[in-house]
């Protein structure tokens, strides 16, 4: 990796996951594509994931062909932009697959590819899981993903990422299991293996705020959680990025933590639960995405590769419960000064 982008990805970025954009077809829209990785480098985000789980996994299914489509759209639109923003490919499948993909990341101009495990066989060992993502770094440096099964992901132990942080292509780790005892699990590990260059990301939507603002201390070692990779920074992204620098400043200065950050966190990780549909297991959390998106008008549709995908019962309403509760959260006034910019291209 470049060294300067290691470097920003060390310091902490925001990192939106990559929503895809469908007309009313469910075909690519490609001048919506581009327009929603416009408005997220516009807002400062610090790089782009694309081909992850907010993208949906089915642009790999050959009837549907989207993989390297979009993951062409979104470089093109980063080295349009012309800033140090990185480029982050999902990486996913069995081995020949996860090395067919990071080899197209790579030729494609990525940084770094977000290998997810989901994909791989249940009774698979953990050496057997240590290998395959081995032989996927050997390509591209690797970002690690802890999913929540609840969307997919398994669960993984300690000794597990005791043996992945000791890869030596491995650059960071997105923590996203929803659960604070795996999350500790995977600090705890990097702590245990000294890889202080090994840059730990956010990936828990229902905790962001905490996250960032947590030292995480083990044998007075202490780490930090420096950034976010996430779904939830795929909305209302201008307003994440102000968020995350005021986070860092807090934690530069030591400043002790206040009521008014406490309700902060809180009022994240209400929105969220809406987005995301935690009351319906997370059913609809592209979809909610897709939503905002649509309100905004980045988007046309909600519209899901799968048609069996889309908001919940009751989830639309729930979106305009933290619209109204939390005003000072959305960056539409951003989104309606820009977007017709964006769309033109």
Known sequence: MDPN??????????????????????????????????YYLDAG????????????????????????PVLQLCMEE?????????????????????VSEATLARTLGYDAGLLSLAAMPAEASADTLIEHCRAVAEIIPVIGFYLQPAVGGRVLPIDFWRAFAQIENV??????PFNRYQTL?????????????????????????????????????????????LGHWAIWTRQAVRLSKHLQVLVQEARPMDQETLALSAAVTDCNAAFFDAANGFAGCIAGLHEVLRRQGLLEEI??????EGLSPGQ???????????PELNDDAFVTENRDRWLRG
Do not use: W
């Open 45 to 68: 985000a610090g790089g782009l994931a694309i081909a992850v789980h907010a993208t949906q996994f089915a642009i790999r299914d050959s009837k549907v062909g989207l993989l390297e």
């Open 171 to 176: 650059v960071a780790i997105k923590i996203a």
């Open 316 to 326: 639309r309403l729930e979106i305009d419960r933290v619209y109204s509760a939390y």
């Open 78 to 98: 980063l080295r349009s932009h012309g800033g140090p923003a990185l480029g982050i490919a999902g990486i996913c499948g069995e081995t020949p697959q996860a």
């Open 185 to 229: 699990d995977v600090i705890r590990a990097v702590s245990e293996v000294g890889r202080e260059d090994l840059a730990l990301y956010t990936g828990n939507d229902d905790n962001i705020v905490m996250d960032l603002l947590t030292p995480f201390r083990f044998e007075k070692k202490e780490r930090r959680i420096v950034g976010g990779l």
């Open 5 to 38: 982008k290691r470097r920003a990805l060390q310091e902490g970025l925001v990192i939106p996951a990559h929503p895809l954009c469908l007309d009313r077809g469910r075909r690519l829209d490609e001048r919506r594509q581009r327009a929603l990785s416009r």
């Open 303 to 308: 519209s899901c590769l799968d048609p069996k």
